[in-house]
């Protein structure tokens, strides 16, 4: 990573930010070996581990005193670093083009190196057992086991990759390519580049949004930030107020379970001297703070509570603490509804067609209402609607609960939406390709014919409750159990075949962001009707998960569209 130009001369900001959701503080600055770069934790967290390049050395922190207590070899320019499983540290090794295991504990002599290639500079985060590692020299970003630090596939990007990002399943990969002024995605399931999109000038960094629903990227040669959705592959907006000068790169700073406000990300000024505090449900900066020179690098501490800047202009880490306002204790529990809804065959269905949906809802008076559409499908299937068009979005335009039902009422009743599906088109795809091949395969036709036959007793089970769509058939206790069972062949079959596409998979993750926006809501002083929407295949698995919350009164479905008869 070549040398970055001098600081920027610019009014001072300060060294506190104060913001109505939280305080930005600058804690310390703590003087490293030359040319500070990847900051790593420890496994225990107490400790951090600076790569600092210029000084061919990793500098180690004492957390609690901000003072260096160790010196390591780091080999050939090391940029990044982190832990792997046995908790050897995996170096980059920028001169020498490869990654360096050292034992900390046991000394720092590297015990083996990878090749991986020419000029690699800094790691993704870890998601799904996976960091991405962008080789700035010969145009490709390299797979790593993250456990052993083993190198993997690669992919050729462009001229000159910057740090990239994983969506939250780990099946999308975002990487800048700095010198062609594009953000390249990559569809880990089926290892083909899906798209290519021009940005800004000079991207230096990507990082997804907590919801998943963009990658913003930071360019630094225009001085923008570029909301690219995750779904589309489209720039749906561009940030230039406040950014920069000379943006360089970004993290996410989630909000924990119980605070209120909106998510933040951390922006690097590499010519300013400063970080940018971008507010990601206003989608603008709200402030600056002075940190040291030339920041180059932002790592979050794993408690959410700190985060470590790493400064090549003066060879500093700048810790940043992050105080937030101390959670109230909730006055009430919101009553939480989950209906099971039938996608299109609600248009067909006699006994539980739209006109009953409507009516359910319509009884409840949800305050909010949890939808299972994608985030980065949402934003368009919204703007459609509040533009009085038909959604557009191949996904959305199908589902007519929430064509025909949710977007129409939250117009009469006022309630909020909020979508949590983790549904996207590669998940669907890698789904529809990998059973297909299950199916074809005669060595894995035994369990195939089981899960074939725990579907025909599934389906007979529901038969035997009555009519299949029934909503009081739907939303009893009898027919989750019978989905239930008439999925575990498959599930314990076909699970690692399909990796996050699994039903299993994607519950686990709808389930997180419907937990995510319940604790948002219950902090922020929630509505006393919360409505959760969802398929009705997958409805009672969701309910029961949703029952470990004691914060929350959860309805009785079955009783709530019985009462449309």
């Given amino acids: 990573m070549a040398a970055l130009a001098s600081a920027h001369a610019a009014a001072s900001p300060p060294e506190t930010l104060e913001l109505e959701h939280a305080t930005f503080r600058l804690e310390r600055l703590i003087p490293t070996p ?64 490869k990654l360096a295991r050292v034992r900390p504990r046991a000394g720092d002599r590297a015990i083996n190196s990878s090749a991986v290639g020419r000029g690699p500079t800094l790691f993704s985060r870890a ?35 910057y740090p990239a990002d994983f969506t939250s399943d780990g099946v999308l990969l975002f990487v800048p390519a700095r010198d062609d002024n594009h953000l390249v995605v990559i569809d880990t399931l089926s290892g083909s580049v899906r798209a290519r999109v021009g940005v ?9 949004t907590p919801d998943d629903a963009h990658c913003i990227v930071v360019c630094g040669g225009s001085n923008e930030l570029h909301l690219v959705n995750t779904a589309t592959f489209e720039t749906t907006a561009i940030i230039r107020e406040d950014v920069g000068p000379r943006p360089f790169s970004i993290a996410m700073i989630p909000r924990p379970p119980a605070a209120t406000g909106p998510d933040y990300a951390v922006i690097a000024n590499a010519e300013a001297d400063t970080i940018s505090i971008l507010d990601l449900d206003a989608r603008a900066v709200v402030g600056r703070l002075r940190i040291g020179k030339r920041p180059v690098v932002v790592r979050p501490h794993p408690d959410g509570e700190r985060i470590f800047i790493s400064c090549e202009g003066d060879n ?206 219950i902090a922020e002083g929630a509505p006393e009707r919360i409505l959760v929407l969802t398929g009705a295949a997958s409805r009672g698995e969701v309910e029961r998960q949703l029952r470990s919350r004691s914060d929350i009164a959860i309805k009785d479905a079955g009783r709530a569209v019985g009462a449309n008869d």
């Fill in 316 to 521: 500093t880490v700048a810790v940043v603490r992050i105080e937030r306002p101390t959670p109230t204790t909730p006055t009430m529990r919101p009553e939480v509804l989950i209906l099971g809804a039938l996608h299109g065959a609600h248009i067909t269905s006699e006994r539980y067609g739209v006109d009953v949906l409507r009516r359910a809802v319509r009884d409840f008076n949800p305050g909010h209402v949890l939808v299972e559409i994608p985030p980065a499908r949402h934003e368009h299937a919204l703007r459609d609607h509040r533009a009085g068009r038909a959604i557009a979005d191949p996904r959305v335009s199908r589902l007519p609960e929430y064509t025909r039902v949710v977007f129409p009422l939250m117009d009469e009743l006022g309630f909020g939406v909020t979508p949590y599906s983790s549904w996207t088109a590669e998940i669907g795809a890698h789904r529809h390709a990998q059973l297909a091949a299950i199916a074809s395969d005669p060595d894995r036709a035994p369990e195939w014919r089981a899960r074939q036959e725990d579907f025909s007793e599934m389906n007979r089970r529901i038969d035997a409750l009555g009519a299949p769509d029934d909503p009081r058939v739907i939303h009893s206790d009898a027919y989750d159990r019978a989905v239930r069972d008439g999925h575990a062949s498959s599930d314990r079959f076909f699970d690692r075949d399909l990796g996050p596409a699994s039903r299993p998979a994607m519950i686990e993750r709808d389930v997180a962001r419907i937990h995510r926006a319940l604790d948002r809501m």
């Fill in 34 to 97: 030359a040319g500070p770069h990847g900051v790593a934790f420890s496994p225990g967290a107490d400790r951090a581990y600076v790569a600092c390049a210029a000084a061919d050395a990793v500098a180690v922190i004492d957390i609690e005193t901000g003072e260096v207590i160790n010196r390591l070899d780091g080999g050939a320019s090391p940029l990044d670093l982190y832990f792997a499983r046995d908790g050897a540290l995996i170096i980059t090794q920028f001169r020498e083009n």
């Fill in 127 to 161: 998601v799904a057992g996976r960091r991405a590692l962008v080789c700035e020299f010969d145009g490709s970003v390299v797979e790593i086991d993250a456990d052993t630090g083993r190198p993997g596939r690669s992919w050729r990007i462009g001229a000159r990759p």
């Fill in 200 to 208: 800004g000038a000079q991207p230096e960094g990507a990082a997804i």
